[in-house]
Antibody, heavy 124, light 109 residues
Framework: QVQLQESGPGLVKPSETLSLTCTVSGGSISSYYWSWIRQPPGKGLEWIGYFYHSGNTNYNPSLKSRVTISEDTSKNQFSLKLSSVTAADTAVYYC??????????????????WGQGTLVTVSS | SSDLTQDPAVSVALGQTVRITCQGDSLRSYYASWYLQKPGQAPVLVIYGKNNRPSGIPDRFSGSSSGNTASLTITGAQAEDEADYYCHSRDSSGNHLGVFGGGTKLTVL
């Protein structure tokens, strides 16, 4: 059974770079694609981006200029870097395994499983 | 603003049926997935695609889609179904970008 665990600093200063790692256990990171999702306190979910084991990425257009998602296959981990953070980036950050399939010519994606999430606060 | 629109709050009497909807142009081209989230916990997948349930999800949860609307139906709502529910799908760009609905808080009375 695949499990995911986020790790990284819980406090980041404004204008600095937020860095988080997701460690995947119980399965190979090379077998699926992966995603980061965040949730500001008291608000809804926001998709951040995908990392495909081909090395390609897709990012939320609203964050694209500041986001990098990459992987370390030797450690079975993938990471998130978000630069030039502000208080608006304060959120619980989740990593998740992503999958896609097609039925009747319509694609669909889903996230399962998810990590437990880690709160990152941006404050001086 | 989100490309997927959900009612902020819905209520249902214990044991009754409730439908939670998600509207957006991209849903004409893509199916949605649905997640429930209880306070302090990570979201959990409950429905994906046309109407697929992960193992361990009760069969009172079902999904459907028509036009620009995806729906999650709970038939015989239980107290433990009280949670926030989010839909997810691709956006309208066709570039495999994701988008979540704003979420629906379900209260079981």
């Amino acid at each position: 059974q695949v499990q995911l665990q986020e790790s990284g600093p819980g406090l980041v200063k404004p204008s600095e770079t937020l860095s988080l790692t997701c460690t995947v256990s119980g399965g190979s990171i090379s077998s699926y694609y992966w995603s980061w999702i965040r949730q500001p306190p008291g608000k809804g979910l926001e998709w951040i981006g995908y990392f495909y084991h081909s090395g390609n990425t897709n990012y939320n257009p609203s964050l694209k200029s500041r986001v990098t998602i990459s992987e370390d296959t030797s450690k079975n981990q993938f990471s998130l870097k978000l630069s030039s953070v502000t208080a608006a980036d304060t959120a619980v950050y989740y990593c998740a395994r992503a999958s896609s399939a097609m039925y009747s010519s319509k694609w669909y994606d889903w996230f399962d499983p998810w990590g437990q999430g880690t709160l990152v606060t941006v404050s001086s | 603003s989100s490309d997927l629109t959900q009612d902020p709050a819905v209520s249902v009497a214990l044991g009754q049926t409730v439908r939670i909807t998600c509207q957006g142009d991209s849903l004409r081209s893509y199916y949605a997935s649905w997640y429930l989230q209880k306070p302090g916990q990570a979201p959990v997948l409950v429905i994906y695609g046309k109407n697929n349930r992960p193992s361990g999800i009760p069969d009172r949860f079902s999904g459907s889609s028509s036009g620009n609307t995806a729906s999650l139906t709970i038939t015989g709502a239980q107290a433990e179904d009280e949670a926030d529910y989010y839909c997810h799908s691709r956006d309208s760009s066709g570039n495999h970008l994701g988008v979540f609905g704003g979420g629906t808080k379900l209260t079981v009375l």
